[in-house]
């Protein structure tokens, strides 16, 4: 029964409200319809310019895919959006009134941005249970954490994801002896713990079998709408079955955007990616 | 109907709801421990005590302070352990927490000694040797015993607050931060070393006569403090204990593994660090503060970077991430010590650097680890 009511809730079923009842709370912003909004950002390290002049707009529900060469600034972005680095000049808001370049990555995290890293980052030590417990949207501070006891409808819903990403066997193995595959599951399942408004997913069909492919293709499509997707993908196979709106970042700022047919016919998309 | 699938699996301590006293240790474990309380709090003492000094039972006040030395010793290493086998900070500075919490029991104890002392004055011997006509400001009510029992636990919490505060802000980490609690350590021990500090210059506290007006070199109060000491490793043990297995406790293990994880899923990292480091922090001076009477002197060198580097050995050798471990470590490698300073006092030093190459090749996981193998069991 919690399954069902889960899935549902995830998929944007009417249940969804629900059991996400703080999905539209928390100081979020959103109505110019738009989640995350890059104005001229630039950043660079030792002379070298990683971003220069980067806008970007995500609106609220979207899934938006950003393609771009090697040293194009995907991953930089990502790391201005989630406070690990600091852009030199511009402004990154999410939604209306969040500065996130004054926040710390911990606080961005909760204002409801998840990360997904380039290479799987879970905590191969602890189990693929606990490592969905500690994602869990939680109250995470010290004094909380330290009394914090799971109910039984936060342990149903760790087991209704743990089913979800077909990881329910393997629940109490070390997530270290996760294939790579199942790790890059494990690491989406613990960003959809925290339930976050915008996820955003670095390279996250690397190293998986067409068939896990395909299955987060399928996941990836049932979360739009209910999240903001932002996902940078190198698989131009996979980019074509999830895509919708595609911006091609090069050498730092964006190149092209729009349908994933427009972009790819772009002579200057083109020109970047066969040129070299 | 879709509950018992799922709910088989989470049959376990860590996820299930267990009763307090099963999250903490299992049937063995707390049989074990009781089987340690025994002997602590009625074995020893009847020897100790009871038995006629020429009794093949009786245990000598020289084995008693040895043991509740160790115990002390053991405290500070299941301390370290909390921040280096948990938290994944190695912090080579413990020993000064140690030494203050003895410094602010050593006052009191200073005070103690009233006119008894070499000049009969009210002052202190190194104090009159000094000139001084008055104790400094900052021994005020140092005659009390409950404020310096604050203070064992107030200035090294404060100290380790203050300067974890900055350090873990700064997201200082790994060898950098190891090195600045050693540096931190050795410069508290130059600043202690100074005869105007006012504690006693390299020569400390000594000679203390009583402890809340009783004289402190009977068997008994040594009996008393070395059962105290042992209540306290007990509690160490099990307070920490509490904490590791705690959702604190696994976002700590988290943070020694994927930092960067730990601080993407939402949790303010150094705010955990820096608790776990300021409470190993207030056990060290708690263990420092029941060391200093038994074993009847508090000086400077406790506060050696060569004995902060010796309670990291200890932990290594015991296995670190076990706490219980770390203690068995503690009363290894101390009474290796014991006998061999008797025996062969050269060769202290190189047995203990073998020691420390031979665990770390042989048994990565310390004693502890190379036991659970033993039994069978994967080491975490």
């Known amino acids: 029964m919690t399954t069902i009511a889960f899935t549902s809730a995830l998929d944007g079923g009417p249940s969804g409200d629900a059991a996400f009842g703080h999905v539209s709370s928390g100081g979020l912003d959103t109505s110019h319809g738009a989640i995350l909004y890059l104005e001229n950002v630039s950043v660079s390290f030792d002379g070298f310019q990683a971003l220069k002049d980067l806008s970007l707009s995500i609106d609220v529900g979207e899934l938006r895919c950003v393609i771009g060469p090697n040293g194009a600034g995907k991953t930089t972005m990502m790391d201005v959006i989630t406070g690990k680095t600091r852009p030199d000049a511009g402004s990154a808001f999410f939604g209306q009134t969040i500065d996130l370049t004054r926040l710390t990555e911990a606080e961005i995290a909760q204002a409801g941005i998840g990360r997904k890293f380039q290479k799987p980052t879970i905590f191969e030590q602890h189990s693929v249970f606990e490592n969905l417990e500690l994602a869990m949207k939680a109250d995470k501070r010290v004094r909380r954490t330290l009394f914090a006891r799971l109910s039984s409808e936060e342990r149903d819903r760790i087991a209704a994801m743990l089913e979800r990403v077909r990881l329910a066997e393997s629940a109490d193995r070390p997530a270290g002896l996760l294939s790579h595959g199942q790790k890059q599951w494990l690491e989406i399942a613990m960003l959809l713990m925290q339930e976050p408004k915008l996820l955003l997913l670095d390279e996250p069909v690397a190293g998986m079998s067409d068939e896990e492919t395909e299955r987060t293709a399928d996941l990836f499509l049932s979360l739009a709408g209910k999240h903001s997707l932002v996902v940078v993908e190198h698989d131009m196979a996979f980019v074509a079955s999830i895509a919708r709106k595609v911006t091609v970042l090069h050498e730092g700022s964006v190149l092209a955007e729009g349908p994933h047919e427009q972009v790819q016919n772009d002579p200057r998309v083109i020109e970047v990616y066969l040129g070299r | ?380």
């Not at chain 2, 709801?17 to 049937?27: H, N």
């Not at chain 2, 103690?112 to 011997?125: E, N, T």
């Not at chain 2, 400094?136 to 200035?155: K, R």
């Not at chain 2, 009477?293 to 050995?313: L, T």
């Open chain 2, 1 to 380: 109907m879709v509950a018992p699938e799922p709910t088989a699996h989470l049959q376990r301590p860590a996820a299930a709801p267990a009763s307090s006293l099963a999250r903490l240790y299992g049937p063995g474990g707390w049989a074990a421990l009781g089987a340690f309380a025994l002997l602590l709090f009625v074995a020893v003492p009847l020897a100790a005590l009871a038995a006629p000094a020429g009794s093949a039972l009786h245990l000598s006040q020289y084995w008693v302070s040895l043991g509740g030395k160790i115990l002390c010793y053991a405290m500070v290493a299941v301390a370290m352990d909390m921040v280096w086998g948990y938290a994944g900070i190695l912090s080579l500075g413990h020993g000064l927490f140690f030494a203050l919490g003895g410094y602010a029991i050593g006052m009191y104890l200073m005070r103690q000694i009233g006119l008894d002392g070499v000049y009969h004055s009210r002052l202190p011997d190194f104090m009159v040797f000094l000139d001084w006509k008055a104790y400094p400001w900052y021994w005020s009510f140092t005659e009390h015993f409950w404020y310096a029992a604050a203070l064992v636990v107030l200035v090294p919490g404060l100290l380790a607050f203050v300067f974890g505060w900055f350090a873990f802000r700064s997201r200082i980490k790994g060898v950098y931060f190891s090195i600045i609690t050693q540096a931190l350590t050795y410069a508290a021990m130059l600043l202690f070393f100074r005869n105007e500090t006012g504690f006693g210059g390299n020569n400390g506290f000594t000679d203390f006569k009583r402890i809340l007006g009783i004289p402190i070199a009977t068997p008994q109060m040594r009996v008393a403090l070395f059962a105290l000491s042992g209540a306290a490793l007990v509690g160490t043990l099990l307070l920490e204990r509490w904490v590791v297995t705690s959702r604190l406790g696994r976002v700590l293990a988290a943070i020694r593994d994927a930092e960067q994880r730990v601080m993407f899923c939402g949790y303010d990292t150094a705010n955990y660090k820096l608790f776990v480091w300021t409470l190993s922090a207030v056990l060290c001076g708690v263990a420092g503060a029941l060391y200093v009477p038994q074993i009847g002197i508090i000086n400077p060198s406790e506060m050696s970077p060569a004995n902060s580097i010796e309670i990291a050995i200890w932990v290594a050798v015991g296995g670190r991430g076990t706490l219980v471990g770390a203690a068995l470590g503690a009363l290894l490698v101390n009474g290796a010590k014991s006998f061999f300073t008797q025996q062969f006092p050269d060769y202290w030093l190189y047995f203990l650097g073998l020691l420390f190459v031979l665990v770390t090749l042989l048994m990565p996981q310390g004693v502890a680890g190379a036991l659970r193998r033993l039994r069978g069991r994967p080491a975490s």
